[in-house]
Nanobody, 114 residues
Framework: QVQLVESGGGLVQPGGSLRLSCAAS????????MGWYRQAPGKQRELVAA???????NYADSVKGRFTISRDNAKNTVYLQMNSLKAEDTAVYYC????????WGQGTQVTVSS
């Protein structure tokens, strides 16, 4: 069974940085897309960043230039580097791996506040 374990969330001041990690284990035959979503209270879950198997990336306009998605294939891990964090980045962040099906991490809380 595929499992995704997230880590790296926490409380940070505006302008600060965090690095989220999502480590995958289990029988993953092929990965089509790796991505990060977030959901703030009272809002829909939204795409933050995604990376295709070929390495192409896509970012939400609100995070472009501040966030970077990357991967380490040897470790089966996807990362989200978040810089210049703003209060509106506060949300629960979920990683996603799309293979034969969609597999989600458990979510990690990111809170940006002074």
């Amino acid at each position: 069974q595929v499992q995704l374990v997230e880590s790296g969330g926490g409380l940070v001041q505006p302008g600060g940085s965090l690095r989220l990690s999502c480590a995958a284990s289990g029988s993953i035959f092929s990965i089509n897309i790796m991505g990060w979503y977030r959901q703030a209270p009272g809002k829909q879950r939204e795409l933050v960043a995604a990376m295709s198997s070929g390495g192409s990336t896509n970012y939400a306009d609100s995070v472009k230039g501040r966030f970077t998605i990357s991967r380490d294939n040897a470790k089966n891990t996807v990362y989200l580097q978040m810089n210049s964090l703003k209060a509106e980045d506060t949300a629960v962040y979920y990683c996603l791996i799309r293979s034969r099906g969609d597999y989600w991490g458990q979510g990690t809380q990111v809170t940006v506040s002074s």
